[in-house]
T-cell receptor, first 113, second 118 residues
Framework: GNSVTQMEGPVTLSEEAFLTINCTYT??????LFWYVQYPGEGLQLLLK?????DKGSNKGFEATYRKETTSFHLEKGSVQVSDSAVYFC????????????FGQGTTLQVKP | DARVTQTPRHKVTEMGQEVTMRCQPI?????VFWYRQTMMQGLELLAY????????DSGMPKDRFSAEMPDATLATLKIQPSEPRDSAVYFC????????????????FGPGTRLTVT
């Protein structure tokens, strides 16, 4: 079945450091891929998405490229800020039209000034 | 700015009591999802609806949980009787009508209901 695996956290970085959070997936067909972010005390917010191979999703300085050959969708940001401290979830939607998402376990990012 | 709303935001109740959580999806969205988030289990899908009809509730303990959509603007999740292990944050999310297999089917999450059962 479909599944998503994220790198374990917490990830602790200094401000302006480069961020990578790894995400790999297992799925049949052509899934859509997402990154969601959850700030403390809030619900999840869609950060970026990619719907087909080689697509690059980007938002707020974050980027992720849909790599079908490596079944990966790693999240990157060139220079993190304290305000980026949150939990990041990688997710996929399978090829069926149900709209159901499969989430990874989440990776906590803490950015120190 | 359209948002998913959930009530109540916080609920503390005693074991054995009935708990009802409500969700108002974004107007025009036709899919609604209920999730439960705990430190131990992470984010779990409990149930979801399309056009008000339940499509999958396999993640929900059937003996005590029930989910309904009495109309397009209201989804409810009920626990009866509640137990301490039900303590969690419950999220509702809604999604727009898809446009074929290439639709991304984004989900928009509400702020959650933090449930504590003592």
């Amino acid at each position: 079945g479909n599944s998503v695996t994220q790198m374990e956290g917490p990830v602790t970085l200094s401000e302006e450091a480069f961020l990578t959070i790894n995400c790999t997936y297992t799925a049949t067909g052509y899934p859509s891929l997402f990154w969601y972010v959850q700030y403390p005390g809030e619900g999840l917010q869609l950060l970026l998405k990619a719907t087909k191979a080689d697509d690059k999703g980007s938002n707020k300085g974050f980027e992720a490229t849909y790599r079908k050959e490596t079944t990966s969708f790693h999240l990157e940001k060139g220079s993190v800020q304290v305000s980026d401290s949150a939990v990041y979830f990688c997710a996929l939607r399978g090829s069926s039209n149900t709209g159901k998402l499969i989430f990874g376990q989440g990776t906590t990012l803490q950015v120190k000034p | 700015d359209a948002r998913v709303t959930q009530t109540p935001r916080h609920k503390v109740t005693e074991m054995g009591q009935e708990v009802t959580m409500r969700c108002q999806p974004i107007l025009g969205h036709n899919t609604v999802f209920w999730y439960r988030q705990t430190m131990m289990q992470g984010l779990e899908l409990l149930a979801y609806f399309r056009n008000r009809a339940p499509l999958d509730d396999s993640g929900m303990p059937k003996d005590r949980f029930s989910a309904e959509m009495p109309d397009a603007t209201l989804a409810t999740l009920k626990i009866q009787p509640s137990e301490p292990r039900d303590s969690a944050v419950y999220f509702c999310a809604s999604g727009p009508r898809g446009q074929g297999a290439r639709s991304s089917y984004e989900q928009y999450f509400g702020p959650g209901t933090r449930l504590t059962v003592t």
